[in-house]
């Protein structure tokens, strides 16, 4: 496996692979890139809207999906960018044969694992330390997206340090880690609680949220690891809430 550093417009991305699976995730990005330009050409709403939206009829597929992962997190279509990108780039790439992707765009990573992996979760200097996550293989296409107030260039309402989502849905990821980061207001304890019971998404396995030096999660427990630093000594679950 070897690791590359892919630029493309907006995109700018590490992809893993074996090395002969390059040139075809590079010309499966510019079509994904394509068919989502021309579209949003013509649909200025869907580019800029932060609230959900419809699509115009004869969208194509990747703009549908987009809107409607966006919907169900009650976000902006284009919260589920770099899901959809990363989507159509591991899928490609899996179709073709390979049995071990990881796409990282922007900390939104979508992979297809044939071993174990641990992802880094970056908080900022004022976090509890860099979290890491092992993720075993699912012989299935998954996803692991942040959206952070303070760290990265990324636009939220929050200003939570991480807000993270682990779902198979990559799309749904991408937007419900936006939409869990923009009700990050406070760094309580009660605050990242109520935010994680306000998410109300049943098809993501894991959300977790860190402010202010506080961990807390929700759904299937999270496999900790320890990386450069020590792991916090208060990691909070929130139990499931009932819709």
């Not at 075809?24 to 869907?46: K, V």
């Not at 073709?96 to 044939?114: K, P, Q, R, S």
């Not at 174990?116 to 004022?126: D, E, L, M, R, S």
């Not at 299937?220 to 630093?229: F, I």
Request: charged fraction near 20%.
């Amino acid at each position: 496996m070897t690791t590359h550093s892919i630029q493309y417009r907006e995109t700018s991305a590490r992809l893993t692979c074996l090395p002969c699976y390059r040139d075809l995730a590079m010309e499966a990005l510019h079509e994904t890139h394509a068919r989502l330009c021309d579209y949003i050409s013509r649909d200025r709403e869907f580019l800029n809207s932060f609230t959900p939206v419809d699509c115009r009829p004869g969208a194509p597929r990747i703009a549908r999906h987009m809107a409607a992962a966006a919907r169900r997190a009650g976000t902006g279509p284009m919260s589920a960018v770099a899901g959809a990108v990363g989507l159509e780039v591991v899928r490609e790439l899996v179709r073709a044969g390979a049995n071990h992707v990881i796409f990282e765009n922007g900390g939104d990573i979508t992979m297809y694992l044939g071993y174990a992996v641990t992802v880094g979760i970056y908080c900022g200097p004022n976090g509890p330390g860099e979290l890491g996550l092992r993720l075993e293989p699912r012989n299935r296409i998954t996803a692991c997206c942040t959206s952070s107030g303070t760290v990265g260039h990324s636009f939220s309402y929050g200003r939570g340090d991480a807000a993270v989502v682990l779902a198979d849905d990559p799309l749904l990821a991408d937007a419900t880690a936006t939409a869990l980061g923009n009700r990050l207001r406070r760094g309580g304890a009660r605050s990242l609680a109520a935010a994680l019971k306000n998410t109300p998404q049943r098809e993501v396995r894991t959300m977790i949220v860190a402010m202010n030096g506080k961990v807390a999660y929700r759904g299937d427990a999270p496999a900790w690891v320890q990386t450069r630093t020590v792991l916090p000594p208060e990691i909070q679950e929130v139990q499931h809430a009932s819709a």
